[in-house]
């Protein structure tokens, strides 16, 4: 309705009811521009971004979970297998069950934290390698980064024999921030007082 019509008829049904009867709504009520945004469509406007702008957040994270949740189920399943196939026949059957109760779990702990200190996307060009060595070499994997060949993480076993105990594997871990210097801690088991076989034997 136009704006003149409207004031028309509110001044004339004023005047005819002699101002004691409200004037219908319809003649008080502001024409509001098509252009212009209500309060509604604006309250809309706003759930619908901060909707989106949550879904995109909550994408972005499970994303990341995931290809963190896939690297760890990835080298923890390496490091089981390279293991298993560095003890060989002769050890692993004797280490075994503390090497999975005690070690492994350390292991998972260790590349968990890697998972969270690399961003996403080098998460990607990170590998475990595929060959534990034999003999008396301590090495049972490596995680390192394909895009530049460098380790990232070394997980290695060593045999020592302190004075009078008998044989024990040390396993341990070594990082490049430190240029794999510190040996990193992760538990011991028991062999006996005989010499242990080579590894892959």
């Known amino acids: 309705m136009q704006?003149?019509?409207?004031?028309?008829l509110l001044v004339t049904f004023s005047?005819?009811?002699?101002?004691?009867?409200?004037?219908p709504p319809a003649l008080t009520m502001q024409e509001?521009?098509?252009n212009e945004p209500t309060k509604r469509?604006?309250?809309n406007h706003s759930s619908v971004t901060n909707d989106h702008f949550s879904f995109e957040k909550e994408t972005i994270e499970e994303s990341i979970l995931n290809v963190k949740s896939s690297f760890?189920?990835?080298?923890?399943?390496?490091?089981?297998?390279?293991?298993?196939?560095?003890?060989?026949?002769?050890?692993?059957?004797?280490?075994?069950?503390?090497?999975?109760h005690d070690i492994l779990p350390q292991i998972e702990a260790v590349i968990s934290h890697v998972a969270e200190d690399y961003p996403e996307e080098a998460l990607h060009s990170l590998e475990v390698t595929e060959k534990p060595s034999g003999g008396t070499s301590e090495k049972i994997f490596h995680i390192y980064d394909k895009t530049t060949g460098k380790d990232i993480i070394r997980f290695h076993v060593r045999?020592?024999?302190?004075?009078?105990?008998?044989?024990?594997?040390?396993?341990?871990y070594h990082t490049h921030h430190d240029n794999f210097q510190s040996h990193h801690q992760l538990g011991d088991i028991y062999w006996s007082k005989n010499t242990p076989p080579q590894w892959l034997s």
């Open 159 to 172: 045999r020592d024999q302190p004075p009078h105990e008998g044989y024990w594997f040390n396993f341990h």
């Open 41 to 43: 469509d604006v309250i």
């Open 15 to 23: 005047i005819v009811t002699l101002g004691m009867v409200a004037p």
């Open 3 to 8: 704006r003149w019509i409207r004031k028309a």
């Open 72 to 100: 760890i189920h990835y080298a923890l399943e390496k490091a089981e297998t390279q293991s298993i196939e560095k003890f060989g026949s002769k050890i692993a059957p004797i280490i075994e069950s503390e090497f999975y």
């Open 32 to 34: 509001i521009k098509s």
